[in-house]
Structures are given as structure tokens and as C-alpha cells.
């Protein structure tokens, strides 16, 4: 498996896609909601499954928005559901937190899902706040020192 930075029209397509079959299609996140403004400012990520891999062939995505307050945060992890538990969220998040480590940003926040909780504190994510809503979801938010 491989994740790089999207940067190109194709590669932030496949990103979208992923995000539509899983939150849009999976979960019935409303598309205004999922679909947003900050998808021109954040840098998107792609888990492709080898590094020759085409684009139409990824199977996990995020995106890392760097705050105003020095803190960067993990948006929009999502993999698709043949992929799921072979690492690739956790590669994905591995290369979230070097973006935001050579960013400058040494502490990385998220907003997850209740059910995903166990999966980021595997990877050292503490959950910090009280539980709300969030497209009809439950959600805490969590954090983590990176360097």
C-alpha cells in the first residue's frame, strides 16, 4: 500500500469519490454537508494500493486543515469498505501527522466518530470534550502530540 498527497484534478476526484461512497452512500451523510468549502484549502490525501497505482484505484483518503490557532486537524478519513482493517487508516493517519509535524504543528485534532474512537486510540489519539452531533452521528472530539 502507498498514501501521497493528491494534488492533481484526478487525484482529488478519486478522493471525492471515496468520501461519497462512504459517507454520502454508506452512512447517509447529506451531500451540502460532506461536500464543503475547505476542500479548496485542505491538502488531500490518497491510499493507493501499490505506489504504480492509477488514481481510479484508491481505496482510503483524508484531508488536513491547518488552523489559525497552530493546531492542524484530521478531516475525512475514509476507506472503502474492502479495505477496511488492513492498515490503510492508520497509514493515512501516519501521513497526516508527518504533514502536520513538517508544518510546524505539533498537536493534531479530529473530530471522530463514537465507533472509531477504539481505532484512533490504537494510534495513540486521546479523546478530550463532551460527545455531539454531528450529520446525525455521534462524534468526540481527540488528539495527539506529533513532532
Keep these: 500500500m502507498h498514501v501521497r498527497r493528491a494534488t492533481t484534478a484526478e487525484e ?3 478522493c471525492l469519490a471515496i468520501r461519497r461512497t462512504v459517507f454520502i452512500d454508506e ?7 460532506e461536500l464543503d468549502d475547505l ?3 485542505c ?7 501499490d505506489k504504480a497505482s492509477p488514481p481510479k484505484d484508491a481505496i ?12 492542524a486537524k484530521a ?13 490503510v487508516g492508520a497509514a493515512l493517519m501516519f501521513a497526516l501527522e508527518g504533514e502536520a509535524a513538517r508544518a510546524g504543528r505539533n498537536l493534531l485534532i479530529l473530530s471522530s466518530q463514537a465507533s472509531a474512537i477504539p481505532f484512533y486510540e490504537k ?3 486521546e479523546a478530550y470534550g463532551d460527545t455531539f452531533m454531528d450529520a446525525g452521528i455521534e462524534h468526540r472530539m481527540m488528539r495527539k502530540t506529533v513532532l
Excluded: M
Excluded at 491538502?43 to 494500493?49: G, I, K, S, V, Y
Excluded at 482510503?60 to 493546531?71: C, E, M, P, S
Design 12 to 14: 482529488i476526484g478519486a
Design 27 to 33: 452512512q447517509k451523510v447529506p451531500e451540502d454537508l
Design 39 to 41: 476542500d479548496n484549502v
Design 43 to 49: 491538502r488531500h490525501f490518497l491510499a493507493l494500493p
Design 60 to 71: 482510503g483518503t483524508a484531508r488536513i486543515l491547518f488552523l489559525d490557532d497552530g493546531t
Design 75 to 87: 478531516q475525512r478519513v475514509a476507506v472503502l469498505k474492502t479495505a477496511r482493517k488492513s492498515g
Design 123 to 125: 494510534l495513540g489519539y
